[in-house]
């Protein structure tokens, strides 16, 4: 049978050896598309040209006879539908990505569909200096960027002091997420309630109780 072509997206040694480490390893053929430190930074690589495989002289559509994966969160994962969407492989939309991702989108979503597995939240400027008065939630509650990852930057409040401390953190820190979110915002239609909350956002949230769980993969 044909070698299968793997496309890991954003490399790094790390994953790229435990790749290899698989004990069917060579029945694929390995392209990698770009390397982890070319999607970090502001402006993620939208439209990056085709994929330029290492080490096999050859030149592939991205995709073609076999699959693509990735290990990485964000901004990776939205990066992969663009480069999905270009090549014609099948993939969710960008816009379906980003409902997921944008805590507040995905809120709201969640509230439409299953309002009472849904906590209350709150939209947070974190420029408006009455933010706190506008937050209709009792304390204790989260404070959390719209788009973070591995819950960077999420601080339960129990008081204003807790607030205003965060807040400052959180301003000083965000835009290592904000800059390259609000990049894939810009790619997708957005209502107007969320259109305005872009990714130099907050969102507050009610404290739940339960047991916790966590989709690791999915194929």
């Known amino acids: 049978m044909p070698r299968k072509n793997v496309f890991p997206i954003a490399r790094d040694c790390l994953n790229l050896a435990k790749l290899k480490s698989l004990e069917r390893f060579g029945d694929y053929r390995i392209h990698p598309v770009l390397d982890f430190k070319d999607v970090q930074g502001e402006h993620p690589p939208a439209d990056h040209g085709d994929p330029e495989p290492g080490g096999t002289g050859d030149r592939f ?19 992969l539908p663009i480069l999905c969407d270009r090549f014609g492989v099948p993939s969710p939309s960008l816009e379906s990505v ?32 009455q933010a706190l008065s506008k937050i209709e939630l009792d304390l204790p509650f989260w404070l959390k960027p719209v788009k973070a990852f591995r819950s960077q930057l ?9 607030f205003h401390g965060s807040t400052g953190i959180i301003r000083e820190k965000i835009p290592r997420f904000s800059k390259p979110f609000d990049f894939f915002l810009e790619r997708v239609a957005t209502p107007n309630e969320i259109a305005s909350a872009h990714g130099g956002f907050c969102i507050a949230e009610e404290v739940i109780e339960g047991r916790q769980g966590a989709l690791e993969g999915y194929v």
Do not use: M
Not at 61 to 78: E, K, N, R
Not at 116 to 125: I, Q
Not at 154 to 162: G, H, S
């Open 98 to 129: 980003i409902k997921c991702y944008h805590k507040y989108w995905s809120r709201i979503v969640q509230r439409k569909v299953a309002p009472e597995c849904t906590p209350k939240f709150s939209k947070v400027d974190l420029n408006d200096d």
């Open 61 to 79: 559509v991205f995709g073609h006879q076999g699959c693509h994966h990735h290990v990485w969160d964000f901004p990776v994962s939205c990066l």
């Open 154 to 162: 999420a601080f339960k409040i129990n008081d204003e002091r807790d």
